[in-house]
C-alpha cells in the first residue's frame, strides 16, 4: 500500500509539476534565487527519498525476524500503515508529493529512533546506517512547524504503545548472546546507510542559487 501511494504521488508531480511550481513560487515569495534546474534537483532529491521508504520498512523487518523481535516491528508497521491510510493527515494526500511527505518522515523517524533503542538494548539495529541526513531533507522540505507535529506524534505513540517495554524484554531473554549478521534480503549486502547515500546523495553540495 505505501508504495503505490508514493507510486501515484510522483506520477501527480509528473503530470501536474504542483510541486515544482510551489517551490520556484516559495523562492521567489521570500526574495530567494531559484531556477528551474535547481527546483528539479529538489524534486530528483524528493523522488529518491521517497522511493527508500517502503524498502527501509521491509529490511527493518528482515532484521527483525533475524534478530528476534518481529513483535516490535509488527506494531510499528501496522500503526504507520495507518498512517500512510489517513487522506486528512498532518498535510493532506491531495497535494500530490508534497502530501506524502509527512507519512515518510514518520516512517523514517521512527524507524530511526525504534532502531536505536533496539541497539542501544539488545545490540541489534533495524535499520543499517543513520537515516538522519534524509530526515533533515524532509525537514527543510517541510518546515519547522510541520516537523514539530510530526515529531510530537512519534514521540507520543512511542510513550503510548509497548515498544520499548517489548524490547526490554528481548533485551533481558537475549543476554550476553553473540550477535550474528543478518542477510537484509532487499539490498543484499548493502546497509541502508549506504543506500541511502547513493540513491539520495544528500552529502552533494546543493546549487549555490537557493543555499
Same mark, same amino acid.
Given at each position: 500500500m505505501i508504495a503505490a501511494k508514493i507510486q501515484l504521488a510522483i506520477q501527480h508531480e509528473d503530470r501536474h509539476h504542483s510541486v515544482h511550481a510551489a517551490l520556484l513560487q516559495h523562492a521567489r515569495d521570500? !526574495? !530567494?534565487?531559484?531556477?528551474?534546474?535547481?527546483?528539479?534537483?529538489?524534486?530528483?532529491?524528493?523522488?529518491?527519498?521517497?522511493?527508500?521508504?517502503?524498502?527501509?520498512?521491509?529490511?527493518? !523487518?528482515?532484521a527483525a525476524k533475524g534478530a528476534g523481535y518481529e513483535r516490535v516491528v509488527a506494531e510499528l508497521t501496522k500503526r504507520l500503515v495507518a498512517y500512510w491510510a489517513e487522506a486528512n493527515d498532518v498535510v493532506p494526500d491531495h497535494l500530490g508529493m508534497i502530501g506524502v511527505l509527512d507519512d515518510a518522515y514518520c516512517t523514517l523517524a521512527a524507524l530511526d529512533r525504534m532502531s536505536k533503542a533496539c541497539a542501544a538494548r539488545t545490540g541489534r539495529s533495524l535499520v543499517d546506517g543513520d537515516l538522519g541526513e534524509t530526515l533533515k531533507f524532509l525537514h527543510w522540505l517541510l518546515g519547522d512547524a510541520i516537523i514539530a507535529r510530526l515529531n510530537a506524534l512519534v514521540e507520543a505513540d512511542m510513550r503510548t504503545n509497548p515498544w520499548l517495554d517489548l524490547i526490554n524484554n528481548l533485551a533481558a531473554q537475549l543476554g550476553q548472546m553473540p550477535q550474528m549478521p543478518v542477510a537484509n534480503p532487499v539490498w543484499g549486502t548493502m546497509s541502508t546507510g549506504q543506500i541511502v547515500d547513493h540513491q539520495v546523495n544528500l552529502m552533494r553540495p546543493p546549487p549555490p542559487s537557493w543555499r
Open positions: 521570500i !526574495g !530567494g534565487a531559484m531556477t528551474d534546474d535547481d527546483a528539479r534537483f529538489l524534486i530528483d532529491q524528493t523522488k529518491a527519498v521517497l522511493s527508500i521508504v517502503p524498502n527501509t520498512l521491509s529490511a527493518a !523487518g528482515a
